[in-house]
């Protein structure tokens, strides 16, 4: 039986109702095609543990994908996504979240306070239409988010403060005026990227110098 599926770059506008017929299928890639939708029948392959759908024209995902409670990966960076189904942040085994370069807004997420989430460990919003932060606090395994380029003002420290094996936050190309001194008490943080915000609260110099040096003036204003 079928497990891997690699159609990508075959210039697709549809998806075959076929692969809906492939109870073993697990990993599925249909990025680099011109995609604007996905059947609901996708959530029908209970075996899925990757999807990459990248580089399509996709302008929604199917509601059916809470069915699949195996799905580690998924990839939808690239396309024209306005909106997220709720469901798709409580998949029991999703660790990778790609939704890097559409067109989300902070309400389009459907990411509303609540019960711990997904266990994801990287999640890739860059490139989109943030203005806040996203409910970090229900993803406590996080180890990468990226949230470059959107327009992300303010900060809120309740956010971030949970997640204690994050390593990685990617800041860069937003409208953030001030850190939260708190975030010198994630203590796995080691790459910080803030350039390209109108910061006030930390000086040039000290950005020049990295991360461990912007993490040290925040602590020294902690006390």
Same mark, same amino acid.
């Given at each position: 039986?079928?497990?891997?599926?690699?159609?990508?770059?075959?210039?697709?506008?549809?998806?075959?109702?076929?692969?809906?017929?492939?109870?073993?299928?697990?990993? +599925?890639?249909?990025?680099?095609? /011109?995609?604007?939708?996905?059947?609901? @029948?996708?959530?029908?392959?209970?075996?899925?543990?990757?999807?990459?759908?990248?580089?399509? $024209?996709? &302008?929604?995902?199917?509601?059916?994908?809470?069915?699949?409670?195996?799905?580690? $990966?998924?990839?939808?960076?690239? *396309?024209?996504?306005?909106?997220?189904?709720?469901?798709?942040?409580?998949?029991?085994?999703?660790?990778? +979240?790609?939704?890097?370069? *559409?067109?989300?807004?902070?309400?389009?997420?459907?990411?509303?306070?609540?019960? &711990?989430?997904?266990?994801?460990?990287?999640?890739?919003?860059?490139?989109? /239409?943030?203005?806040?932060?996203?409910?970090?606090?229900?993803?406590?395994?996080?180890?990468?988010?990226?949230?470059?380029? *959107?327009?992300?003002? #303010?900060?809120?420290?309740?956010?971030?403060?949970?997640? @204690?094996?994050?390593?990685?936050?990617?800041?860069?190309?937003n409208n953030v005026a001030a850190l939260?001194?708190?975030?010198?008490?994630?203590?796995? +943080? *080691?790459?910080?990227?803030?350039?390209?915000?109108?910061?006030?609260?930390?000086?040039?110099?000290?950005? $020049?110098?990295?991360? @461990?040096?912007?993490? #040290?003036?925040?602590?020294? /204003?902690?006390?």
């Amino acid at each position: 039986a079928l497990t891997h599926l690699d159609a990508s770059r075959n210039a697709l506008s549809q998806v075959p109702d076929e692969v809906a017929r492939l109870p073993q299928l697990s990993f +599925l890639c249909l990025s680099h095609n /011109r995609l604007q939708a996905l059947p609901d @029948a996708l959530g029908e392959c209970g075996a899925l543990t990757v999807v990459q759908v990248a580089h399509n $024209q996709l &302008r929604r995902l199917p509601d059916t994908l809470w069915a699949l409670s195996d799905l580690g $990966q998924l990839a939808c960076d690239h *396309n024209a996504l306005e909106s997220v189904p709720s469901s798709v942040w409580a998949l029991p085994s999703l660790k990778v +979240l790609r939704l890097t370069a *559409n067109k989300l807004t902070t309400d389009g997420l459907g990411l509303a306070p609540g019960r &711990r989430g997904a266990p994801l460990e990287t999640l890739d919003l860059g490139e989109n /239409r943030l203005s806040t932060l996203p409910q970090l606090s229900r993803f406590p395994t996080l180890r990468e988010v990226h949230l470059q380029t *959107n327009a992300i003002g #303010a900060l809120d420290a309740e956010q971030l403060m949970p997640l @204690a094996q994050l390593q990685l936050l990617d800041l860069r190309d937003n409208n953030v005026a001030a850190l939260p001194a708190e975030l010198c008490t994630l203590t796995a +943080l *080691n790459s910080l990227a803030i350039s390209g915000n109108p910061l006030r609260s930390v000086p040039h110099h000290v950005q $020049q110098r990295g991360t @461990a040096a912007v993490l #040290a003036l925040l602590a020294k /204003r902690m006390g």
